[in-house]
Each structure stands twice: as C-alpha cells, then as structure tokens.
C-alpha cells in the first residue's frame, strides 16, 4: 500500500516539475499579447494543432539527442554523428536563439521587477483605475529605469548560474510554480465573474474564418515552439540531465498539454480583464502589465496580491534565464574550453549589452532611426526574428536530423519498451521524417511569399 | 571551386557594378578587362609565388626573400595598410547586407514595395543603426578568427559560393526579361569612345586588383597555404577567368534594373542595394530570394573579412611578437574604431564637413584612396621586387611546378620587369596630372 503511494507521489513530482520548467513568460508574457494581436479563435487553433502535431514529436525528439549524446546543443549533434559535421548548425542556431532571447527576456522579466516594487510601494492606494495602464507606458518609455532592472535581472541569473545556488533556486521554482498555479486559477474563477468574460471567451474560442490568415500560422508555430522551450538549445540540455528509465515520451506529452491549459488560463484570465475595462486586444508587449492591476484593484489585498503575482512572475523568468545563460555558456565552454566562470559572466555581460538597445526601444534614445527603417522597435525585431524565423528552423533541422540523418536504431532504442510504444514510436518517426518538415516548409513558403494559401483558401 | 569562392568578394558584386556605373560603362569595362589580364593576373601568380616560397605573411615574405634586406618590406607594409583601410570600410557595407536580410526577414512589404532608393538613405542616414551593424560584422569576423572555427567557416563558404552563383545566375535570366535589358546591355558592352577619359584607367586598374583582392596581403597569405604540388599558373588563371564571367553576369543583373526602373548608373556606392529590391519585388517569394541574397552577400563579405583581419594581425604578430588571440583584437578593434567615420558617412554626426573639404563622403574617400593609391602602388613595388630583385631561379621553379608550358615563364617575366611597372606607371603620372596622355592621345589620333 505504503509502496504503490510513495510511487505515485514520485510521479506527480516529477510530472509537475517537468511542467514548471515549461511555463515560463512565453505562457504568461508572450501567449496572451500573440493570440490578442492575431485575432484569437482560429489563430488559438492553429496553436493547439502545432503544439501537438509538432511540438511535442519535435520536444521528444530535442529530449532524446540530449539523453542519447550527454552534450549540450552544439555537441549533441556533433557526437551522434561525427561523420555530418554540417548539422551542427541546427545546435548553433538554438544557442543564438537563447542568446537573443535572453537580451529580451531580462527586459521583461525586470519589467516584472519593477511591478513588484511598484506595488509594495503603493501603486494601488497612489493612482486612480484610469492611471494604472499608463504607468506601464511611463515605465517602458523610461529608458534609464528599464535599463536599471535589465541590469539587475541579467546580474542575479549571472550570480545563481555562477554561485552552484542553482539546485536551491530550482528548488524553490517548483514551490514558486505550484504557488502560480493556484494563484493563476483563483484569477481565472473570479475572472469568470467578469462582464467581459463571455466576450472574452468568445474572442478566444470562436474561430472567425473570416479575420484568419494563413500567414500567421508560423506565428503560432514560433509561439508554439517558444512557450514548449523548443529550437533553443534547452531541451536538449535538459535531456542530458535526464535519467534513463524516464519516460521521454510520456513526459513531452504531458508538459505539452499542460502547457495548453495553464496557456489557456492565461489567457482566460487576462481577456476578460480587456473586454470588461474597454482595452484593446493587441495592446502588444505590454498586454499583460497593463491589464492585470485592473484585476487586481478589485480584489480586497491587491498589494499582497499584485506582489505575489508579480514575484511568482520573476520567478518564472528565473527558472527560464538560467538554463539560457547556461546552454550558451556550455555550449562555448564545450568549444573553447573555457571555464564556467569566465563563460557565464562573458555571456551575460554580452546578453546584457545586446540588450540594451531592447531596453531603451520606449524610450527611442539609442538606435532612434530603428523604428523608421525596420517599421518595428529593437525589441520587437528581435521578438520577432526570434520566434518566427530561428525557432522554426531549428525545429525543422532537428527533425529532419532525427529523421533523415540519425540512425533509426539509435533512437528506437531510447523508446520505452513495449507494444503500444512502439506504435507510437513508428507514428513519431513518420511525423519527424515526413510530416513536421512539410509542415514547417510549407509554413515557410507562405511566409516568405512564394506560394500564397490566403488565395488559394479565398479562391476555393 | 575554393579558388573561385575566395575571389569573389565584395568587390565584385559590390564595388564593381557602382564602379562600371559610375565611369560610363563600355570602355572602361573593356578596359577593366586588359587590366585584369595584363596587369592583374601576372601579378596575383606574383603573389601567391612570394607567398608560397616564402611561407609566410606579408611583411615577413618580403623580408625572407630580400636578399639584402634593402628595405622591400616596405611593400608587405602597403598590403597591410590596404587590408587594414579595406576592412574598416568593408565590414560597414557587409552590415548594410546584414540590415537587409533583417529587413528582408521582417516583411518584404517594407524594403521592396517602398522606393527602394529611400529605404537605403534611411538607413545610411542613419548613423547609429550603421554603426550597430558595423560592431555586429566585425565582432563576428574577430570571433570567427579568434575561436578557431574557420575551417568550418571555409566549408560552408564553398556551398555558399556555388548558391550564389546559382541564384545570380537565376536572376540574371531574370534580368534578361526587363524590358532595359538591351539598353543595360549597350551601356555595358558598347565603347563609347568620346565619354572615356583616359584617368578613368587608374580606376580601371584599382578595380582590377581590388576584385582579384591583389594588392593585399591576402593573396601571399593564401600562397603560404598552398601546396607545394599546386599549379599557381592554372589557378591564378582560373580566378581570373572566374572573376571576369561573374562579374559580367553582376552587370548585367544590375544594370537592366537600373534602365528599366529608370534609375541612375552614377548611383554611387549604394548601387546594388537600391536596385536589386525592384528585381526582388518582381519575383515569387520575395522575401526568400531577398534573405538568400542578402545572406550570401554577407557570407562572401565574411570569407573576405577573415583573411583582412588575419594578414593585419599575423603581421602584427611575426613582427611584435604578440599572442595570436590579442593580436587579432586589437586589430578587430582598430578596424571597428577606424571604421566609424564611414558608419556614420551619410550621417552629419562625425566628421559634418568631410565632404565639403574632401568632395566625396569618408567611405567613399578611404575607398577611392586605396584602390586608387594604396593598392596600385602596392602593386607596382611587387611587381618591380619579383621581376628585378627576387632570385631568378626561385620564381621559375614556382612557375614551372605543375604545368606543361614552362615558356610562359619567359614571357611572365617580361611583363613583371617591363610591361607592369611601365604601365602603372603612366596610369599613375597621368593620374598625378604630371603629364596628361588625354592630349597625347588625342594627338595621335588626330582628333585635335
């Protein structure tokens, strides 16, 4: 009896730790402001289908080179196979995409900083409900502030990543991301409460044929692969730490659909709020800065509340910028032979420079003609470039290395055993050599203009 | 195939159509073309020879061949000095090409629908935003050298070249399709005798040894990596003939854009950036042609900026006697800081009344200084070393190894002590306004 609990226990523990490590801002941050500026219903769609036509095959599968090779990104495809020197560039792009990342997320993640000082220091109590949404805007067009908490959050990741308080950290995230999710559905039922909640919901779930283009497709792909962690190196690593008789599989699945709902709940909590208080849904960047106060306002407590949320906040950015320090600094101390010290403060230092012109894209006081020539801010381009164009090729190059380059042997031996796995590891083969490469080419071609399906669905 | 790889650099999808553009086409074109001949290619078999024989970079091979140490190091300084001035102008148009490829990325609509011409002023203008993609270029390029990865770099170079030779090949049939194909193609092919002036050969020749990267160091340090079994003849001879098919096929890509959009030839050093997004904008997939363009652009900027930066630092580092790694930054670093003023060319910010004083703006004025001054002089000091000083029977061993027509070597000498100095040097005097070969010319002629 005693036994069967203990081993169920485990279970949860594991599952749920594997989950925290998934929900990180692109969950919080990123899926709310991407679904509002993409017009919900369809678009909300297309994200599910990616999730899980793509990203849980392409997860198993950045999961497994990990495990297989014990390497970080860039090694993990240079010793499986040595002999195709060439797909090493699938890890580099992953390193350059948490690079870059990285200089945006600590932005945003001292962004998350500032609310929690903002709120301890009676942001609540000082401005009336009209103000609150402008703060966010006074605060992102303060260079030298925003700038100061980018500097902050890049120094104390740098600090965990060097002090070996990781492990302490990470043990503290998974308290801090269950704390999240009780919090996160104590919004979402009194949410529910909302007059916005039906138009909320509505927004959210009514696929509108009508508002949807096909051209935002790779938009939800970039986001399916940014809230799973995938194309950036840190699966991959994280696979290396994983032991072998846990099931990859198993495990992918189920972080990709709790991935799902907390996305869901996300967004069932902020939309509300936005309809209910007359807000634009594609307020961008800021979405969520803006509009959670107003929630918050109305609770009783929303000092304590709003410093909770906020902290839980930092702390998932946390959990997320130091495995992107980490997969850049090992990948370059595995290169170079450099030491972890020297690498992990070089990295940062270079996040953090990279960053500055993200940080000071409100204020326009670096770059000033940035806007003009590329018609976005600094920040947004590299949002962009990011999550439409990086992530996604990674993710194609890794499934076409799992499934045309890497021995089919090797990866069927790093499947659990038994029948029903190893259906489902002919099935996932077949997706990683056939289906996830159209896929993602075809959402490619699209982008890039050479076939448009807007047409062809509006002709049809 | 590495050969041509490395010979097509910016010069010649960059330099070379503004060049064209800007001198009158036809004429000088032929022109480039004897230049490239009789003057470029005897003197990069030249190069690679010193640097074979000598193993080792520039400054150095002068030195270990000199006999009598007289001082002919001198001409390894002037490589060196044209790489340095090179790199710090080359890595701000390689960080334009990065530019569009993000631009390219973020939506076509923007860069190719738009005036083409006004995106790249935006960007030019904009002293700032250069400047960020010219620290980019240059960190990447001093990383590249410093971490070793060049092998890897090399290797995906070949694959790069031959894509671009692919689509340049595409868009040039594309081009064919314009309807100012056949003015470009007269512009380009027809010499029109009463437009040429004669000091427009010096230009000629610059750009002769600027596409070869002749003049350089580059070359001699490419010669101290060759094999000893290699003909340097047959490769010299099969970058020449490279250099001279790609970079017709660069004309004639460029040019029926610019007769057809109506824009102007003289479009100065922003040439390829303002008519290619019209091409692009024409085509299927836009945005993918642009980014495959863009990024081939740079990659060819990138295995041309290594070898800049490396004959800069190894010579630096043969004479100081400092670490590879140090060397290679400080070098990196001096490009980046010398480079700055050409950033910021078209921006009032650095240097407001450089072209007031100067007539051309700080990048165009490093630019025309070395290819104009730096790299023919160069030329002429290592033609005048390997024809006159050099040991007679080293050079005709290197010559001779690996081909059959050992008496080319003959004639091959006669051009390096005789027909190259001479040559340059009326190309130089004439230059100088020492004596002007327009009236002789035209004397002879019988125009008057």
């Not at chain 1, 190196?233 to 994280?238: A, E, F, L, V």
């Not at chain 2, 044209?82 to 569009?100: D, E, Q, R, T």
């Amino acid at each position: 009896m005693s036994h069967t609990r203990e081993h169920w226990g485990s279970r949860l523990g594991f599952v749920l730790s594997a989950i925290g490590s998934a929900v990180g801002l692109g969950v919080l941050w990123k899926f709310p402001y991407t679904v509002g500026n993409n017009g919900g219903g369809l678009f909300l769609c297309a994200y599910f289908l990616c999730i899980i036509i793509i990203g849980i095959p392409v997860l198993i599968g950045e999961l497994m080179l990990g495990r297989l090779s014990q390497r970080a990104a860039v090694g993990s495809f240079a010793t499986l196979t040595r002999n195709r020197p060439n797909w090493k560039i699938a890890g580099w792009l992953g390193v350059l995409s948490s690079f870059l990342i990285m200089s945006f997320y600590s932005v945003i993640a001292g962004w998350g900083m500032s609310y929690i000082l903002m709120s301890l220091s009676g942001f609540y109590q000082r401005l009336s409900p009209q103000d609150m949404g402008h703060v966010f805007d006074t605060l992102y067009q303060s260079g030298s502030i925003t700038l100061f908490w980018h500097f902050l959050f890049t120094l104390i990741t740098m600090g965990i990543v060097l002090s070996g308080v990781r492990k302490g950290i990470e043990l503290w995230s998974k308290i801090m991301t269950r704390a999240l999710f009780v919090m996160l559905f104590a919004f979402f039922l009194y949410s529910m409460s909302l007059d916005g909640f039906g138009k909320a919901a509505h927004f959210i779930f009514y696929p509108n044929l009508q508002e949807f283009k096909f051209s935002s497709v790779l938009e939800a792909l970039g986001l399916a692969f940014f809230t799973l962690s995938l194309g950036q190196g840190i699966m991959i690593s994280y696979g290396s730490y994983m032991r072998k008789q846990e099931n990859i599989p198993q495990l992918a699945s189920v972080v990709g659909f709790a991935v799902i709902i907390v996305a869901i709940l996300a967004a069932l909590t902020i939309f509300p709020v936005v309809f209910t208080f007359g807000f634009e849904p594609q307020q961008g960047t800021g979405l969520i800065f803006k509009t959670l106060p107003y929630l918050f306002v109305q609770l009783p407590g929303a000092l304590v509340i709003s410093t909770i949320f906020f902290t839980l906040f930092v702390f998932t950015a946390l959990t997320s910028s130091i495995p992107f320090i980490e997969v850049v600094a090992t990948n370059l101390m595995e290169l170079i032979g450099w030491s972890r010290k020297k690498a992990a403060l070089l990295v940062a230092a270079s996040t953090f420079l990279f960053g500055i012109p993200s940080a000071l894209s409100g204020s326009n006081t670096v770059l000033k003609s940035w806007k003009q020539i590329y018609g976005i801010s600094f920040f947004d381009t590299i949002e962009k470039l990011v999550s439409v164009w990086i992530i996604p090729i990674a993710g194609l190059l890794t499934a076409l290395y799992i499934g045309w380059v890497l021995d089919r042997k090797t990866s069927s031996q790093d499947f659990p055993t038994g029948v029903q796995w190893k259906t489902f590891f002919k099935l996932w083969y077949f997706f990683m050599k056939w289906i996830i490469p159209l896929t993602i080419f075809l959402i490619i071609l699209q982008k890039s203009g050479l076939v448009n399906f807007d047409l062809l669905i509006k002709l049809n | 195939m590495a050969a041509i790889g490395s010979a097509i650099g910016l010069g010649i999808l960059w330099k070379f159509p503004y060049t064209v553009g800007e001198n009158g086409g036809g004429l000088f074109l032929l022109f480039y073309f004897i230049c490239l001949i009789v003057v470029g290619l005897p003197l990069l078999i030249a190069e690679l020879m010193v640097g074979r024989y000598a193993q080792c970079a520039a400054i150095g091979a002068f030195e270990a061949l000199d006999r009598k140490s007289s001082g002919w190091k001198a001409v390894g300084w002037f490589g060196v000095a044209a790489s340095f001035l090179i790199m710090s102008f080359y890595s701000v148009i390689a960080g334009w090409g990065m530019s569009y490829v993000l631009t390219s990325l973020l939506g076509s609509d923007r860069i190719l629908a738009g005036n083409a011409t006004e995106t790249f002023l935006a960007l030019v203008t904009s002293g700032e935003v250069s400047l960020f993609w010219h620290f980019l270029f240059t960190f990447i390029t001093v990383s590249i050298v410093i971490s070793g990865i060049r092998k890897g770099i090399e290797r995906w170079a070949k694959i790069m070249t031959k894509a671009l030779l692919i689509l340049l090949t595409l868009l040039f049939l594309y081009a064919l399709t314009l309807s100012g194909f056949p003015q470009a193609a007269r512009f380009i092919f027809h010499p029109n005798a009463f437009d040429f002036k004669l000091s427009s050969v010096i230009e000629a020749l610059g750009l002769a040894f600027w596409t070869l990267s002749i003049g350089q160091g580059i070359m001699i340090s490419y010669g101290s990596y060759m094999k000893r079994s290699e003909s340097i003849v047959h490769l010299s001879g099969v970058v020449a003939l490279a250099v001279i098919v790609v970079s017709i096929l660069a004309a004639l890509t460029i040019f029926p854009v610019v007769f057809t959009f109506d824009l102007e030839p003289q479009g100065g050093y922003g040439l390829v950036f303002k008519t290619l997004p019209y091409l692009f904008n024409q085509l299927p997939g836009s945005t993918v042609l642009s980014t495959m363009f863009f990024t081939l652009f740079v990659f060819t900027a990138l295995t041309s900026a290594i070898p800049l930066i490396e004959v800069v630092a190894s010579n630096l580092m043969e004479l100081y006697q400092i670490q590879r790694k140090s060397a290679v930054m400080i070098v990196g670093f001096a490009c980046f800081v010398f480079g700055i003023p050409s950033a910021y060319a078209n921006a009032p910010s650095v240097f407001p009344n450089w072209t007031e004083i100067y007539g051309a703006d700080f990048l165009e004025t490093v630019d025309h200084f070395v290819s104009v001054w730096v790299i023919p002089i160069g030329g002429f000091l290592s033609a005048i070393f390997v024809g006159w000083v050099m040991d007679k029977k080293i050079t005709r061993e290197e010559f001779s190894r690996g081909i059959r027509f050992h008496f080319l070597w003959s004639y091959w000498r006669i051009f390096m002590r005789y027909i190259i100095p001479s040559t340059i040097l009326i190309i130089i005097v004439q230059k100088s306004g020492l004596y002007n070969f327009d009236t002789l010319f035209r004397h002879l002629a019988g125009v008057d």
